[in-house]
Each structure stands twice: as C-alpha cells, then as structure tokens.
C-alpha cells in the first residue's frame, strides 16, 4: 500500500527546529522531513526532506540503500566521493541534481562551509 502525502499549500517552513540526525549518519548531518513517510521495512511510501551538513563534516563509507533518490544542492558546497579521512573527490555548488536507481553506491560525501540539500526518495509504488 503506497503510502501518501498531505495537500500542504505553501507556507513557511519553521528552519529553526525540527531537525534530527538520521540514523546512520554521523553528528552534523541533519534531516527535516517536510511531507511523506518513507517505509524501508515494508518497501513503501516516499518522503521530500531538507538534509544539511554542518560545514566540515563527512561520512566515511559510500551508502546504498533500495529505493529512488532525488537530490538538489540548494546551498553550500557538497563534496562526492571522499575518502575515509574526508579528503578528495569532486566538490559541487548549489543548483546541481542528482536521481538514483535503487541499489546504487553513492558517497562519501563532505562539505566544507555546510550545505542544504532538498532530497526526494521513493519506492516504485510510490
């Protein structure tokens, strides 16, 4: 059963709270879901969430999980492809895109002044 969003008109998001970090991610990377659910146990639904990275911060191993992936830099550098110390890669500015099949490698990543990404994940049955 695909699992769906709410009719939300615009309105100003509240920046300021409601951030937690992932589990999985390490301190300094933060999500806010902003509409949907995304179920991994059950293989459903789909979330749009705002992510940011507090400047300096990476992860150290690439992520691969089973469902859709949209990402847009809004804000910030974001760095693809570091190491496990943070180092190399191909760094970003805001207005690039990425979509992601399921079961795709992807990172490490890094930002250096911090970032604010807008992500999309789906399952096919939405």
């Known amino acids: 059963m695909a699992i769906q969003k709410p009719h939300l ?4 998001l509240d920046l300021d709270s409601g951030w ?3 589990a999985g ?3 300094g990377i933060e999500q806010k879901i902003l509409a949907g659910e995304l179920d991994e146990e059950g ?3 789909n979330r749009t969430r705002l992510l940011r990275f507090l400047p300096g911060v ?3 191993v ?3 999980h089973d469902y859709w992936e949209e990402v847009y ?3 910030g550098d974001l760095t693809v492809g570091s190491d496990e110390r943070g180092e190399g890669g191909v760094s970003y500015d805001p207005h690039t895109y ?3 099949p399921p079961e795709v490698d992807h990172g490490p990543f890094k930002s250096e002044g911090g970032c604010l990404l807008l992500e999309v994940h789906y399952y096919e049955d939405g």
């Open 62 to 64: 690439p992520f691969r």
């Open 73 to 75: 830099l809004v804000s």
């Open 43 to 45: 293989k459903s639904g």
């Open 98 to 100: 990425a979509c992601r």
């Open 25 to 27: 991610y390490p301190d």
């Open 20 to 22: 937690e970090c992932p």
């Open 58 to 60: 990476f992860t150290t």
């Open 9 to 12: 008109e615009f309105h100003r």
